[in-house]
C-alpha cells in the first residue's frame, strides 16, 4: 500500500524545506568566497603547485611541529597543478575546491537514501554543511580543505563497502583514502579505522582483495617511493626560490604571493 496523502504531502513539505535550507547555506558560502583566507601554508602549497612542471614533488604540506618535515606524498601539489592549468587565480582554486567540498555532501544524500529515505539523506547533507568544523576548514585555501573532498568519498566507499560487499568499492576506499592522506596526514586515521572497522563487519575479505588493496596504496605512492629509494625527484624541502620563470636554490622560508608578485614585476 502506498503511503497516506497526508504523510506524502508532509514528506514532500519537509525535502522542499531541506533542499531549500541546503540551497541558501551553499550560497552564502559562495557569497563570502571572497573573504577566504590564505596563510604562508596555503602560499607554499599554491606555490608547489605552480612549480610542478619544474620540481615533481612528492611530499605535501609541513607537518606541525617537525621542523620542516613533510606529509609523505605529493597529491595535493598534483591537484593544485591541474586546477591552477585552467585558472591560476587562488580565488578560483578557492572556490574549485569549496565546490567538491560543498556538494560531496551529495554522496552523504546518496547514503541516506539508499538505506533509509530521501528525507533521512537530505538531513545529512545539511548537518554535514552546516557544522562549524566545515565552516572554520572551508574559509581558508589550506590543506586540510583540500582534503575533505577526498575524505567524504572514502567514507561513502568505505560505508557501501560494509553494507554491500563489493570489491571495486574496497578499492576506491583505500584509493581515496591514500590521495586524503597525502594532503592531510590525519585523514590516515580513516584508513587505519575503516580497515578495522571493515575486517570486523565484512569478514571473510579474501587475501587477494586484501592484496589488491595493497597494491593500490603502492601505486599511488609509488613517486613517493621512488624518490626515497632512488632520489630521482624532488630536492627541495618546502618551497622553491623562484625568479621569473626560473627556479634556483632551495630556501627554507615561504614567499606569500604578494611578496612572490613583487619578485616577478622586478
Known amino acids: 500500500m502506498g503511503k497516506p496523502f497526508i504523510q506524502n504531502n508532509w514528506d514532500k513539505s519537509i525535502l522542499v524545506l531541506l533542499t531549500a535550507s541546503i540551497f541558501i547555506i551553499i550560497v552564502a558560502k559562495f557569497i563570502s568566497a571572497e573573504t577566504f583566507i590564505i596563510s604562508t601554508f596555503g602560499d607554499r602549497d599554491l606555490l608547489r603547485g605552480a612549480s610542478l612542471s619544474n620540481i615533481f614533488w612528492v611530499t605535501g604540506a609541513e607537518l606541525q611541529h617537525r621542523e620542516g618535515m613533510r606529509v609523505p606524498g605529493g597529491a595535493l601539489s598534483y591537484f593544485i597543478y591541474l586546477v591552477q592549468i585552467i585558472n591560476p587565480s587562488p580565488l578560483f582554486m578557492y572556490n574549485t575546491i569549496l565546490s567538491l567540498s560543498l556538494f560531496s555532501g551529495v554522496l552523504f544524500f546518496d547514503l541516506g537514501r539508499r538505506h533509509f529515505t530521501p528525507i533521512a539523506g537530505m ?56 590521495i586524503a592522506t597525502q594532503m592531510l596526514m590525519a585523514a590516515f586515521y580513516l584508513l587505519l579505522i575503516g580497515l578495522s572497522v571493515a575486517l570486523i563487519f565484512v569478514r571473510p575479505i579474501k587475501i587477494a582483495t586484501l592484496l589488491k588493496g595493497l597494491v593500490v596504496i603502492v601505486a599511488i605512492y609509488m613517486p613517493y617511493i621512488l624518490n626515497r629509494t632512488l632520489g630521482i625527484f624532488e630536492v627541495t624541502e618546502i618551497v622553491p626560490h623562484i625568479i621569473g620563470n626560473y627556479i634556483t636554490e632551495p630556501i627554507n622560508i615561504g614567499y606569500s604571493l604578494k611578496t612572490l608578485s613583487k619578485i616577478f614585476i622586478e
Not at 125 to 148: A, C, K, R, V
Not at 153 to 162: D, E, N, Q, T, V
Open 123 to 178: 538531513t545529512a547533507w545539511l548537518i554535514f554543511i552546516s557544522t562549524d568544523m566545515l565552516g572554520s576548514e572551508t574559509h581558508e585555501l589550506w590543506n586540510p580543505h583540500f582534503s575533505i573532498p577526498f575524505i567524504v568519498i572514502a567514507f561513502y566507499f568505505l560505508s557501501r563497502f560494509i553494507i554491500e560487499k563489493r570489491d571495486w568499492q574496497f578499492f576506491l576506499f583505500i584509493g581515496t583514502s591514500a
